[in-house]
């Protein structure tokens, strides 16, 4: 059972897959280490510039001579009027001084059309450096793109919240498809449904995602340990992608903070907001979401809003105050520890082989 159409594409030992989480989590050590021990490390670039992910390939290659991956977020057109982000910028500039940000209404704000350029210019690199996986979060690219690295024969990842969303990435042709369950920490994938309308758990959108696509299904949500493994492939994944147990992992480049929060955490202490970053996320709760509840409507879009927060958890996170930091983070927080990348990937094996047997 642990050996797969996805082990095989991927040529991996074993169906787990270290969920691509950018901002810098997705170190050099964590993505290698993972490859190194029989998984499948994956690069977070979504906030990279062309040349830094260039980099990061080149270090994780010496590192480790196994498959790694490189996860993009795919740009959205979006829309924010001044007048939005200057009542969202007003709103936050409190926080601001309580955290002794100098930073005010200069921030300088993204053009829709730089993500755009952006984006382009990653895939360049993504084919330049011979990257053999790719994935994708936020949406499809375009019928050109998937094209163009098929022609480079890169194994092709969407990553979907609904049967729906799994049959368009389908369609379009790519290889696997990453169901997301409501569970899952960080950001929402959806990309077709509106974000309430995609908060399907794990355990009921695999089997119904594996009944209507032929492409190979990859379960991510709220698995941390052997038992989450074996659970999701009996319902006809073939593998799963996990974040947050590999973000309390020693070579994780998380905030110790950020660590120590989900450690401490329970499993009805994580909440959906937008108010970090104008995208649905799951994180758990602290004074900022709480402080932002009732206007989290009225923010703008990602990634306007997350450029109005960002120095906010800068600055929170070198004060060691996790009141004002994202703590993204799944469902089942209860069940992560500190520990290596190799101590967690061999437990999980065990533990499976114990069950299945």
Known sequence: MLKNKITDLLTIKYPIIQAPMAGG???SQLVAAV???????????GYMSPQQLRDQISEIRELTANSFGVNLFVPNEFEASEDEIHRASSF???????????ETLSIEIPEPKNGFIAFKEQIEVVIDEKVSICSFTFGIPSSEVIDLLKQHNIILIGTATTVREAVEIEKIGMDMVVVQGSEAGGHRGN????????????????????????????????IMDGRGLLASLCLGAQAVQMGTAFLTCIESGAHNVYKEAILKSHEDQTVLTRAFSGKWARGI????????????????EFPVQNTL????????????????????????????KI???????????DEAEKIKV
């Open 92 to 102: 936050l500039q409190p926080i601001r001084e309580q955290l002794n940000v100098s």
């Open 309 to 336: 927060t960002q120095s906010i958890r800068k600055a929170a996170a070198s004060q060691n105050n996790q009141e004002f930091m994202s703590l993204w983070s799944g469902q089942s927080p209860r069940l992560a």
């Open 191 to 222: 990309f077709l449904d509106g974000s309430q309308n995609s908060l399907v758990g794990l355990m009921s959108l695999i089997p119904q995602v594996v009944d209507r696509v032929n492409i190979p299904v990859i379960a991510a949500g709220g």
């Open 339 to 349: 520990q290596t990348v190799e101590s967690l990937i061999h437990q999980m094996i």
């Open 285 to 300: 709760n602290n004074q900022f979401i709480q402080n932002t509840e009732e206007h989290q409507h009225t923010f703008p």
């Open 25 to 27: 989590i997705t170190t």
């Open 35 to 45: 490859s190194n021990h029989g998984g499948l490390g994956n690069i977070g670039a």
